[in-house]
């Protein structure tokens, strides 16, 4: 027996209430875990980008001050 053919029997709000309801009560936790989860690592991917995004800044205005007294140019070939 299909599923199509258990539900075709049952009134519409056991297909469209009774059931997510039941389903969210026993997959409800796994559910909240996984949006936190996902969520979570979206904030911290957020963060990381922001913090080497500030530090390129940073080495960039204050390595840019120092080399442009000193010489004119500035190589990659310094490092």
Not at 44 to 53: E, I, S, T
Not at 57 to 68: D, E, I, K, L, P
């Amino acid at each position: 027996m299909a599923v199509k053919e258990l539900l075709a029997g049952l009134p519409w709000w056991v297909k469209w209430v009774a059931i997510p309801v039941i389903a969210v009560a026993v997959f409800g936790g796994m559910i909240a875990t996984a949006v936190f989860f996902v969520i979570g690592l979206l904030f911290k991917v957020l963060v990381f980008v922001a913090l080497v995004g500030g530090l390129i800044y940073v080495v960039r205005r204050f390595s840019g001050a120092s080399s442009s007294s000193s010489s004119s140019s500035s190589s990659r070939s310094d490092w």
